[in-house]
């Protein structure tokens, strides 16, 4: 199956920075999402994104599929954006589970 | 907005004790998914099921056994719980794909499950 490799594995900034966190894959996918957990355990859908870029708020996503990577960008960082990121994908059809990375560690300090 | 409902957020169970764990979706989602989280490990899967009465193994089945007897419902099933199935169990759900394509996955808030 395919490998997903997330970096940093930890981040620590302070209120109002932005931040890059980066995903690569193995190989191809055609399912990829990132999801926020937050300190309760719950996992939140952040983006659906298996090609291209979108936007929520301060929040964007590109994935380059040619190229096997998505970048997950946070602007003007608050401290409710504390928790673990992770990207996941899948490779299959129809049905098909997905593959998560390690995460990424983000504390936000004030 | 789709809703996931998992029956239990903290479940504590005796080892072999036969467990069930329960998933509910409101989407009408033809795919459902269990997966469990361990530290260092993240995300694993455990089975899925793409239609009512079909099931396939994900990467860690071993130990579970699952039933979808409705389309909205997905169960996990310990048989004979053991300590190492301590651990954070979460479902998800999606509409079908088609062919070289998937559906995003919704989940659910997560059990927490200890096996004593």
């Known amino acids: 199956g395919i490998q997903v490799e997330q970096s940093p594995p930890d981040l620590i900034l302070q209120e109002g920075a932005n931040s890059t966190l980066r995903c690569n894959f193995s190989?191809?996918?055609?399912?990829l999402q990132w999801f926020h957990q937050n300190p309760w355990g719950q996992l939140i859908n952040l983006f659906y994104i298996p090609s291209g870029t979108k936007q929520n708020g301060r929040l964007s996503a590109t994935t380059v599929a040619t190229e096997r990577y998505s970048l997950l960008y946070i602007s003007s960082s608050q401290t409710t954006d504390s928790g673990v990121y992770f990207c996941a994908g899948g490779s299959g059809g129809g049905a098909d589970g997905l593959t998560f990375g390690k995460g990424t560690h983000l504390i936000i300090q004030p | 907005d789709v809703k996931v409902t998992q029956s239990s957020r903290y479940l504590v169970k005796r080892t072999g004790e036969k467990v069930f764990l329960e998933c509910v979706q409101d989407?009408?989602?033809?795919?459902m998914f269990w997966y469990r989280q361990d530290p260092g490990l993240g995300l694993r899967l455990i089975y899925f099921?793409?239609?009512?009465?079909?099931?396939e193994k994900g990467d860690i089945p071993e130990g579970y056994s699952v039933s979808r007897e409705k389309k909205e419902r997905f169960s996990l099933i310990l048989e004979s719980a053991s300590t190492n199935q301590t651990s954070m169990y979460l479902c998800?759900?999606?509409?079908?794909?088609?062919?070289?394509?998937?559906?995003?996955?919704?989940f659910g808030d997560g059990t927490r499950l200890s096996i004593l």
């Open positions: 190989d191809s996918v055609n399912n």
């Open positions: 998800a759900s999606s509409f079908p794909g088609r062919v070289y394509s998937n559906q995003p996955q919704h």
């Open positions: 989407m009408d989602h033809e795919n």
């Open positions: 099921s793409y239609d009512v009465k079909m099931k």
